[in-house]
């Protein structure tokens, strides 16, 4: 009796805007040779990320299944998709009810006991990340992928008839040397282990059961890394705006008051920010507030990376009521008592309705969890203000509100946090400048 045909899936998805415009790749891979067997991206509309990723993966087994109609397969899927590969190992529970027909879909693609999950790096998945991006990209033309305008695959040699590539040396044995040994070490699709049911649950303090084949084939990490066990974290840039004409004067500029926009200064911090993005090459997602000085900042950044920006009205700064335009004397002098409640006390909010910093916490941590779970396993750049980002901070640390007064937030600063799927976060930057020259 013949062996069972070894073949790998590698699948991604993604949306702009989440939801947003939305595409997916997936591409099937020999493992002995390395060779490209079939790709597949799709725009597919307005979607959620998760939603994308589920498609690549049912492109990806589809086109195994149209290969290979009649033969024995064995197929390793390897995506970045920490909830698609933990739900369909059966190691999380689905609960949402987008993703439930699309998992079942997927489920009858193939014979369960044919298929095996593992979690990648998203550095190990450039190439389905690749189609992705070309299908989103063609989506923004208003048309769809077409196969002859691809470039995802440029490094990777491809199945006869095509030509062989000129990438570089090395390339293609050193990935099929990777992918036959993912292939030796992947578990059984059988009798998963338990874990946690949920994303959510893992955060609360389970950490779900990395398979042993992801975390050996981990690669060193461009920009902001992860820890080798607990895969690829939420990972959050925090970038505070740029200047308007109120930040050099130290004046309370919040959410409740007027709407500055860049000063020529900061314009100058943004594209500088921008620059400094692209060099690194690390951001997968821009998220700002719907303050007029983030969106600036962060359209800078945007256009830079060619990403879309989606506004979040969590991270806003913090409404400082009659305070507004006011530097911190003037306050002093006018609502002195006020002043000195706010600054002895988390509870207490600005003169005229402002909001307290247990108030804007609040907000804040409701806005982390959104976006942790929206964004789990990417790379996201928050552009925000000193309140918000101080808070994460804090948060980050376990730190008591008086902490805020102790930490310093330039314009145009990157601090960064990292929030892992055991629910620990990890700050990794504060206050860094490095980028303004």
């Known amino acids: 009796m013949a062996a069972p045909r070894q073949l790998v899936v590698e699948a991604d998805g993604g949306s702009r805007g989440n939801p947003g415009p939305a595409g997916y790749g997936a591409v099937v891979i020999d493992p002995d040779t390395a060779q490209v067997l079939a790709e597949a991206a799709e725009f597919i509309g307005v979607a959620s990320n998760n939603v994308a990723e589920y498609r690549g993966l049912i492109a990806g087994l589809t086109a195994v299944r149209d290969l290979f109609p009649d033969t024995d397969v064995r ?23 987008d993703m439930k027909p699309l998992a079942a879909r997927a489920a009858e693609i193939l014979p369960a006991s044919s298929v095996t999950y593992e979690w990648i790096p998203r550095a190990e998945n450039k190439h389905a990340d690749r189609l992705a991006n070309e299908a989103m990209d063609a989506g923004r033309r208003g048309g769809q992928w077409e196969p002859s305008s691809s470039t995802a695959g440029l490094d990777t040699p491809r199945a006869a008839p095509e030509p062989e590539p000129s990438g570089p040396p090395g390339d293609a044995a050193a990935g099929a040397a990777k992918v036959r040994a993912a292939m030796a070490a992947a578990r059984p699709a059988s009798a998963p282990a338990r874990a946690p049911e949920s994303p959510q649950a893992a955060r609360a303090g389970q950490a779900p059961d990395v398979p042993q084949a992801a975390q050996a084939a981990q690669a060193p990490q461009v920009g902001w890394g992860s820890a080798p066990d607990l895969g690829s974290p939420a990972t959050f840039v925090l970038l505070r705006h740029g200047e308007t004409v109120l930040t050099p004067e130290k004046r309370f500029s919040g959410s409740g008051g007027g709407d500055p926009e860049l000063s020529a200064t900061g314009r100058d911090q943004a594209a500088r920010a921008a620059d400094a993005f692209a060099a690194r090459g690390t951001v997968q997602e821009i998220v700002s507030s719907p303050l007029r000085r983030c969106r600036e900042t962060a359209a800078a950044v945007a256009d830079r990376l060619g990403l879309e920006v989606r506004i979040e009205e969590g991270l806003r700064e913090t409404d400082f009521g009659a305070w507004e335009g006011l530097t911190f004397a003037e306050v002093r002098e006018r609502f002195g008592s006020d002043l000195s409640a706010w600054l002895a006390s988390p509870e207490a909010a600005p003169t005229g309705g402002g909001e307290s910093f247990t108030e804007v916490a609040e907000r804040v ?41 102790r930490m310093e937030l330039s314009p145009a600063s990157l601090s960064v946090v990292a929030y892992y799927a055991d629910g620990n976060p990890s700050l990794r930057l504060l206050n860094d400048t490095s980028h303004l020259g």
Do not use: C, N
């Not at 590969?85 to 689905?94: A, F, H, L, N």
């Open 75 to 97: 197929v390793l899927v390897r995506m970045d998709s920490k909830l698609v590969v933990e739900q369909m190992s059966g190691r999380w529970k689905i609960k949402h009810p």
């Open 365 to 405: 941590a409701a806005t982390r969890d959104r976006l942790i779970a929206a964004y789990a396993g990417r790379t996201v750049l928050l552009v925000t203000h000193v309140t918000p980002i101080k808070t994460l901070v804090r948060l980050a640390l376990g730190a008591p509100p008086e902490s805020l007064f």
